[in-house]
């Protein structure tokens, strides 16, 4: 049972996709015949099972573009060949694309754009070259080719050329109409210079559409003739000739364009018959078809206004039911809506009420928390305050019981002993002083770094004057974070220190110190007249920590002394 739902299955599948198959080909044949309406009806059918990015749909899209183009519908022969186009390159299709190349060329030069026919030619040029295309592609290409050469430049020897080079490539895939199609633009070519060759080109062109049955082509064919014979009606000996033969071929001509209704063709061919009888001297007979010729022309222009003015009425008699259409329906939304605003502003004013007095309840409740929290803040915040400023106060007097009790054994020691007792004293002498500036400042986070190294500069003023040491200290006021200071501090001790112990060997000894303030970073500049040399020199490792500390870059120059210059962000 399971196999047998299984092989019906199979089937219907298989027969669906046939059936569909066999709609596109039945197209492909009323299209080679011509037969515009046959050819859409069985490529919509066919267009209806399509994925819609496949390049069967692309193919498809070509081949609606040529049956429109047959019916004179040029809006949707663009259309199909954008389409085809956008296809073709999301698959890489080269060869289909440069076949859509051709196909917009030859749209456009029935359109009389030279310029855009002559740029889709040369993007198809381009990608037969890059790329491996179908001999039925490059036979389009070159007989399109040799079509824009005869019509925009009359370069009828280029366009013989290349006719010959699509009929080398159509016959090695037998298709005729291309054949046909070659031998047509070969005959034109040939008809200023040789009307033997030009004659006969296009007789072996009538042959291939007859083969084919392709009407409109035949027809074509035939009027190429007629027009041959009457283009050279001064030539006695073609004229007494072909007389005949042309009288046949406009008959057959005219009796295509009936049946078939070709109307543009059947004009044409009542203009060579009423040429025929004016040569032949019937002249009521060439006046008869002269005005018949006329009156299809009219006809024609007559049926294009009617269709322009039922096209008019029908968009007026539209945009007027959508214009009545839309008025009734903002009726009934403004009825709607009035109903439907005057529930809302009822809800809306329930809804306002209500969270005003929901706001107003939670506002009061947090405004009391709130004060009552404050409250808290404010007493807690003032004993923090008190307890900081006392751990100041207690740090700054126990640094200062240090220095005096360090100050006391110092008077024990030796002089050596005291140099290193001094510079750990100095250092100490800084940190103190930095509390002694955190306990007196309001703002227990910052201190004005101007104050803090003047203070330590004060202290050393003993120092520099036992040693004869003459110093400068320019500063700007710098507000900066409190540990930061305290590691500026520390650097500008180690410096004084390095500079009294290690860098005077006369005794002209001068130090000078800058403190710099920018927009957004302060400049710190240390120098003195030492004499440090490259192989006596060593940058001191608690400088280079110290930085570290204050993750800032600094440089020491000791080309003439020492100058030590480092940069911080204070923004």
């Known amino acids: 049972m399971k196999k047998y739902l299984l092989s019906t299955l199979i089937f219907s599948i298989s027969f669906y996709f046939s059936q569909n198959l066999k709609d596109f080909e039945k197209g492909n044949i009323f299209l080679s015949q011509s037969k515009a309406d046959s050819a859409l009806f069985h490529y919509n059918r066919y267009n209806k099972s399509l994925q819609r990015s496949d390049s069967l749909a692309g193919i498809l899209c070509i081949k609606l573009a040529m049956a429109y183009r047959l019916k004179e519908q040029y809006n949707k022969t663009q259309e199909n060949l954008f389409r085809a186009q956008e296809i073709f390159v999301s698959n890489n299709n080269h060869n289909r694309l440069a076949e859509t190349y051709v196909a917009l060329a030859e749209f456009r030069r029935v359109s009389l754009d030279s310029i855009g026919s002559a740029r889709y030619l040369e993007k198809a040029h381009e990608l037969i070259q890059k790329y491996k295309t179908s001999y039925y592609t490059k036979a389009y290409f070159w007989n399109r080719k040799a079509a824009v050469e005869a019509e925009f ?3 009828f020897k280029q366009s013989i050329r290349f006719s010959f080079l699509s009929m080398e490539y159509s016959e090695k895939i037998n298709d005729l109409f291309l054949q046909g199609i070659s031998l047509n633009e070969i005959g034109y070519g040939y008809e200023n210079t040789d009307i033997n060759k030009a004659e006969n080109y296009y007789k072996r062109a009538l042959s291939a559409f007859r ?20 283009k050279h009606d001064n030539n006695s000996n073609l004229r007494l000739n072909k007389f005949l033969e042309a009288k046949k071929y406009i008959d057959e001509g005219i009796d295509i364009s009936l049946k078939m209704k070709y109307q543009n063709f059947e004009k044409e061919f009542y203009i060579m ?26 006809n024609k222009l007559q049926k ?17 039911a959508e214009k009545e259409l839309k008025i009734q ?26 969270i005003i007095l929901s706001v107003t309840i939670i506002a009061t409740n947090l405004y009391f928390k709130t004060r009552k929290a404050n409250r808290k803040l404010n007493i807690l915040s003032g004993e923090n305050e008190f307890l900081v400023n006392e751990a100041n106060h207690r740090i700054n007097n126990n640094l200062q019981l240090i220095i005096i009790l360090i100050s006391d054994i110092m008077k024990k020691m ?16 800084a940190i103190s002083t930095l509390h002694r500036h955190l306990y007196k400042n309001k703002d227990k986070r910052k201190i004005n770094l101007k104050n803090y190294l003047e203070e330590i500069n004060n202290n050393f003023d003993e120092i520099f004057n036992e040693h004869n040491i003459t110093e400068t200290f320019l500063a700007e006021d710098v507000f900066i974070q409190s ?14 220190m390095n500079s009294i112990k290690h860098a005077f060997n006369t005794d002209d000894k001068r130090i000078d110190f800058t403190l710099k303030k920018t927009e957004t970073e302060m400049i710190f500049i240390y120098k003195d007249n030492g004499c440090s040399t490259k192989e006596n020199f060593s ?21 003439e002394g020492f100058i030590f210059q480092c940069r911080k962000s204070i923004s």
């Not at 083969?211 to 009457?230: E, Q």
């Not at 018959?273 to 006329?294: I, R, W």
């Open 153 to 155: 430049r009359q370069n």
């Open 211 to 230: 083969k084919i049955g392709n009407d409109l082509y035949v027809a074509n064919a035939l009027l190429n003739l007629c027009r041959l014979y009457a």
């Open 273 to 298: 018959l009423s040429y025929y009888y004016e040569m032949a001297g019937d002249y009521k007979n060439a006046l008869y078809y002269g005005k018949k010729s006329q009156q299809l022309e009219i």
């Open 304 to 320: 294009k206004w009617d269709d322009k003015v039922l096209e008019t009425e029908r968009k007026f008699q539209f945009t007027k």
């Open 329 to 354: 329906r903002l009726t009934i939304d403004n009825q709607n809506n009035k109903l439907k605003s005057s529930r809302r502003t009822l809800f809306i004013i329930l809804v306002f009420g209500f």
């Open 414 to 429: 030796s002089l050596i002993e005291n140099e290193n007792i001094k510079k750990v004293l100095k250092k100490v002498e």
């Open 483 to 496: 540990d930061s200071a305290m590691y500026i501090g520390l650097l500008l001790t180690e410096l004084y």
């Open 539 to 559: 940058t001191p490792k608690l400088i280079s920590q110290l930085c570290k500390q204050l993750r800032v870059e600094y440089t020491i120059d000791i080309r």
